[in-house]
């Protein structure tokens, strides 16, 4: 990845994912680990005489591939992250895209006591666009308006069609985002930010094609 | 001696709750800050179990809140932090409190919790 054109801003949320991934990860192993020593515990048991349950092992199995299967989950997340610098500009399917970035900002929203909640669009959405940059702002909203929501337990995001491209809506919104990496975000990707008061909706809108504008 | 284990990963606690009752140590499990609180007005505990990124309260603001209501019980830490200055910065925040990284090995949570309820008073 090239520091300078992923920037602090970007370095930041890189980071924060990063940190993100490696508690869940930690989390899953933690729980294999201690499901793999109940089975340690359960075969001891056995030894003294104590008749083993196959109902119990099959539970235990079941506990363990489930939380592979979360890993794996997690890993695959990951490495699609990883690959978003790949190329600087590249056409991506906008809604994968943002059901990818929500997955991997999911625990920084239930650390805040929140749900995220994708609406996805009735057809694809393809869009030319910095896919780094792009969830880069995604992280950067979500990342504001949960520090700033009330009593709401979720925020959702919709993804809408628009002729040129696609609109990101994020509520409950009551502000505009106002930081100045934000704004190099938006530049960045020829995107422009709505603010629907009325709404309380924030309205992302990019262009079909960033090269072109 | 009487133990809570506070972990927003159900599966975590559930099982480590039942590792800890095969080993003759009675524990209970909840997977909040808030059910923890709850369960603390009404029962007794002599060391709780605290996972240090616990969905809007904090294990280190558990504790602190914990610690009014019963200021004599001990309390060990688990955290998913991945590197050793992240433990490192973690073990600061909390004092003179037992960290452990995750996963954590039975025999060392054992040892950690024999070593906490033979501290003195001066946390």
């Not at chain 1, 491209?165 to 009551?174: C, I, L, N, R």
């Not at chain 2, 524990?27 to 800050?33: F, R």
Request: charged residues 25%; aromatic residues 6%; contains cysteine.
């Amino acid at each position: 990845m090239n520091a300078e054109t992923v920037g602090e801003c970007g370095l930041h949320c890189f980071g924060s994912i990063s940190a993100s991934i490696s508690h869940e990860l930690k989390n899953a192993l933690a729980i294999i680990n201690e499901n793999a020593g109940l089975l340690e515990d359960l075969t001891f048991m056995a030894d003294k005489g104590v008749p083993l349950d196959p109902a119990r092992l099959k539970r235990i199995a079941a506990n363990i591939g489930k939380q592979i299967q979360r890993a794996d989950g997690i890993i695959r997340n990951m490495n699609r992250f990883a690959h978003s610098t790949d190329a600087p500009v590249k056409s991506i399917d906008l809604g994968e895209t943002l059901a990818l970035t929500l997955a991997l900002t999911s625990r920084l929203a239930a650390m805040n006591n929140l749900a995220l909640n994708f609406i996805p669009p009735p057809h694809p959405v393809c869009v030319t666009t910095h896919e780094f940059y792009l969830q880069n702002m995604i992280w950067l909203c979500l990342k504001e308006i949960m520090e700033r929501i009330g009593a709401e337990k979720e925020i959702t995001v919709a993804l809408r069609p628009h002729p040129e491209g696609g609109t990101v809506v994020f509520s409950p919104v009551d502000a505009p985002m106002g930081t100045d990496n934000t704004g190099d975000l938006l530049n960045r990707l020829k995107a422009t930010q709505t603010f629907n008061s009325d709404r309380r909706e924030l309205l992302i809108t990019l262009p079909g094609d960033m090269t072109a504008c | 001696m009487r133990v809570l284990l506070v972990d927003d990963e159900e599966q975590l606690v559930s099982t480590l709750a039942e590792r800890l009752a095969f080993r003759g140590i009675a524990a209970s499990w909840v997977t909040s800050s808030m059910a923890a609180l709850e369960l603390v007005e009404k029962e007794t505990f002599d060391l709780a179990i605290l996972d240090v990124k616990i969905p809007k309260i904090s294990g280190l603001e558990l504790k602190k809140r914990i610690q009014t209501l019963h200021p004599e019980m001990k309390f060990i830490f688990m955290t998913g932090h991945g590197s050793e200055d992240d433990f490192k910065i973690g073990a600061a925040e909390a004092g003179k409190d037992f960290y452990l990284v995750k996963p954590v090995k039975i025999e060392s949570l054992l040892e950690k919790m024999n070593e906490v309820m033979q501290q003195g008073d001066d946390k």
